[in-house]
């Protein structure tokens, strides 16, 4: 209750600070929920939709995007705490470090910090120490950890209390779990019942058994994580003694971010030059594949590189206009994705000049040519919509390959701000230990899994939106 108290006031005193990732990522969500409700409107993509999300693969791995992507959101809201007032003076002075929403819920893990390694669940020290008797004899030992598994009144107890409190939680999640389903099922059982008394034809279900597992699942790691975290570093802690599973979590809001702007920065120049190229033809076309070809012949990591050079220049150049760290690291991370964007659009752009290529020379789009249709017209009417499966598919495969390129660009050292919890950052921190002995393999593993996870789900969610608006799989 003191805890619960404590973290009210802090809230109720904070000063709010708005990044402009924040603001992205907040305008991204509602152009979502926008595009959603258009949808609607549309018989066929709402058809063609109905059948991604009918399929088993295709709602999973949507349901785990989109708890990415709330994990991001509780990330995207701000704040800098107030410090102790001083004797005298009634002026408020706030922290120069900046928390998140996210940093409330997860308080348990933000404020368990030891000296150095520690492995996970463990109560020890990874690496030992000079320690000293109560009779002044100095010997090494490991040293027992300051915040992990200090209730243990035996350490004997150790596996049990882990076993017990993981069987607590789950208990706790088999409990959350069968009030939100139980209501869902109560609803949807009213709402067939409803449609049979009307004469209605009850309509194809979604996959109800493979959505309740999935949320079941996730509820599950939630309340597993939240318990074992109050007493235990459920992966560990890193170098410098922070929690990583902390820091894995925290990067999942760079991850979701910049495979989200870097593809919707990618769209609009590959769709706009390379339709003007496929339907325009002639000089607009030679100018078009000139800008591409010389930009494709560049070793794009040398191109990505020199331009987050330039910005590290701007920065240590103007530091006046970052007067926080966050700041600095959020200017930094959108100019990456900037960068990323504007070096990354070739390909699509060269797929959308081929098929407007071949729709331009289709009967009804020459028919149109000869009753005086006007460009802009064809282009929305019938070269939009043909090309359409091609952007979508686009879309959600890119996302995956930012993500992946965050981290290899991190790992070199040329990626987000090293003060900003990203997976990659987390890999290049970590590579200089997997070749000590012991290994220390928790960093690596802990951002590899939980990329792992966002990649393969975007990666089947694209597959079944493939198989829906793909012509040729039809």
Not at 179 to 202: D, F, K, N, Y
Request: charged share 15%; proline share 3%.
């Amino acid at each position: 209750m003191n805890e619960l108290t404590s973290v009210m006031n802090e809230l109720l005193s904070i000063k709010p600070v708005v990044l402009w990732s924040d603001v992205l990522i907040y305008i991204l969500v509602s152009s979502l929920g926008l595009f959603f409700y258009q949808l609607s409107k549309n018989p066929l993509a709402r058809q063609r939709w109905r059948t991604v999300f009918h399929s088993r693969a295709g709602v999973a791995s949507f349901i785990v995007i989109l708890f990415y992507l709330l994990i991001a959101l509780l990330d995207s809201l701000h704040y800098r705490a107030p410090l102790e007032k001083t004797e005298g003076s009634d002026e408020v002075h706030y922290s120069q470090e900046v928390h998140s929403l996210l940093d409330v819920v997860l308080t348990e893990l933000r404020n368990k910090d030891e000296k150095t390694y520690s492995a996970p669940f463990a109560i020890y020290s990874f690496a030992k120490e000079n320690m000293q008797t109560d009779d002044g004899v100095v010997y090494r030992d490991f040293p027992r950890l300051a915040n992990a598994g200090q209730h243990l009144a035996d350490e004997a107890d150790h596996g049990k209390d882990v076993f017990v409190r993981s069987m607590k939680a789950l208990l706790v999640a088999a409990f959350i779990s069968a009030v939100i389903l139980g209501l869902h099922i109560a609803w949807r059982q009213r709402q067939q019942r409803q449609q049979c008394s009307r004469g209605l034809a009850t309509q194809q279900t979604l996959p109800w058994g493979t959505i309740y597992l999935t949320l079941s699942l996730l509820v599950l790691a939630c309340c597993w994580v939240l318990e074992l975290s109050k007493v235990y570093h459920i992966l560990g802690t890193d170098k410098v003694g922070q929690d990583v599973l902390y820091w894995s979590i925290k990067a999942i809001r760079t991850g979701v971010l910049i495979g989200t702007l870097a593809t919707l920065l990618t769209l609009p120049l590959a769709i706009v030059l390379g339709i003007s190229a496929g339907y325009f033809k002639g000089w607009v076309d030679d100018v078009v594949q000139y800008i591409y070809t010389t930009l494709s012949s560049i070793p794009g990591i040398l191109l990505i590189a020199a331009s987050v050079l330039l910005i590290d220049v701007y920065i240590e150049t103007h530091p006046e206009q970052f007067n926080l760290v966050a700041v600095r690291a959020d200017f930094k991370f959108l100019a990456l994705c900037f960068i990323l964007g504007m070096t990354s659009w070739t390909g699509l752009c060269r797929l959308l000049r081929a098929e407007t290529l071949k729709v331009s020379q289709l009967d009804y789009v020459q028919a149109a040519h000869a009753f005086g249709v006007g460009h802009n017209r064809i282009i929305y009417r019938h070269i939009l919509p043909n090309i359409t499966h091609i952007i979508l598919i686009a879309l959600v495969l890119d996302f995956s390959v930012f993500v992946l390129a965050e981290a290899v660009l991190s790992y070199i050292g040329v990626g987000v701000d090293p003060s900003m919890a990203s997976w990659g950052n987390m890999i290049n921190e970590a590579r200089s230990e997997l070749s000590r002995d012991p290994v220390v393999w928790w960093s690596v593993a802990a951002a590899f899994v939980l990329m792992f996870v966002l990649v393969l789900a975007a990666n089947l969610f694209s597959d079944r939106v493939r198989d829906a608006f793909d012509p040729r799989s039809a």
